[in-house]
């Protein structure tokens, strides 16, 4: 258990580049250890290719390329695939042709919210093969919500036919402040949730590798990979809610500061700000209680159909949010924030968001909505479990010969 490290840089192979041939390593080991990695990068970048071709790709020789895909092949890694019907060569056989065994293991990507989990199933190429999502009661105690988690992974692989041995990573991503070993050092969004060992609690059940992380945090590698950041490496993700957070990526990297609190804007009001957020979204005298997301959405509700003091109060709310955002993107200077998280009036931050960004901002970033919507976090998490196999699979070890 522990935690991914997310750079895209590694994670991006092309197969015209040509950047796949220039690793270079000393003693033996090292060096079939890099061959292996060099090889399976590059089938990994096509759907198939021939000994040939992966001569020519990566620059090794060719009785080095054939020891490759030999231990890849009994590694499980690569299969040979059938040449097309029809397909002769000048003289003889067609070339064998060798593709990436995406299916040959598979990731998990969990989110544990207050009012949800949810698994995103992939194979080792992080095509998603299924999701599973139970609603959970917000007073949920740790062991309850965690049950839950178990019962909708166990759906989720049940009815995708895969054994739970095929799991090569799991990722979670949850509220709260998280450390390198997957502990919650402060989560104050679920009950029983800060001082939790959510690694360990989540080893138990897997057998493979868990990665604990941030939800904003996950949220923010999960647009950068499939959603509104894909085109940008200077970024903040805002996760918007009664207590917002935030995740940031600074030339492509995940931003977590030096105790893995980067980010956490929703602390912002303690710095000798009076209003509270029970103060700022109350239609009354009274701060509203209880303040949960239910409540707030039935004052969203109300400001949309014209009631003057929910439309007093969502503005309250939303310049507050936008004061929390513009204080980070002051700090960061990112190219994009994305906006995401909780449905409800988040088209009313926007605008809002681009003016007081426009005050402040030399150049103020783009100001966009989340593409992933609520399946961001656990595609982020899922992102995180493939990072952690893709380094793992680029530094085969042990299994796999190469002999210039």
Known sequence: MGRAEYDPANTRTSWEDGTLGRLTGGDPSLLRRINSAVVLHALRATDCATLTEITRVTGLSRPTVEGVVEGLIEAGLVVEKAAPEGETRRQGRPARRFRFRAEAGHLLGLEIGPHRVAALLSDLDGRIMGAQAKDVDETASADERLERLRTAVAELLRRAGVARGSLRAVGAATPGIVEAD?????????????????????????????????????????????????????????????????????????????????????????????????????????????????????????????DLRARAAVDRFIQRLVHDVAALVLALDPELVVVGGWAAGLDGVLEPLRQELARYCLRPPKVTLSLLGEAAVATGALRLALDHVEEQLFAVEGTVTARR
Do not use: Y
């Open 182 to 306: 997957g502990t919650v050092r402060l989560g104050t969004a679920l009950p029983g949730w800060t001082g939790l060992r959510l690694g360990e609690r989540l080893s138990r059940s897997f057998k493979c590798p868990v990665l604990v992380e941030n939800d904003a945090n996950a949220a923010a590698v999960a647009e950068h990979w499939k959603g509104s950041a894909r085109d940008s490496d200077d970024m903040v993700f805002v996760l918007a809610g009664l207590s917002p957070g935030a995740g940031s990526l600074i030339g492509g990297r995940l931003h977590r500061g030096f105790g893995g609190a980067a980010g956490e804007i929703g602390a912002l009001h303690l710095l000798g700000r009076e209003a509270t957020p029970e103060t700022l979204l109350s239609t009354t005298d009274e701060p509203l209680h209880p303040l949960d997301e239910q409540a707030v959405a039935r004052v969203f509700a109300r400001a949309r159909e014209g």
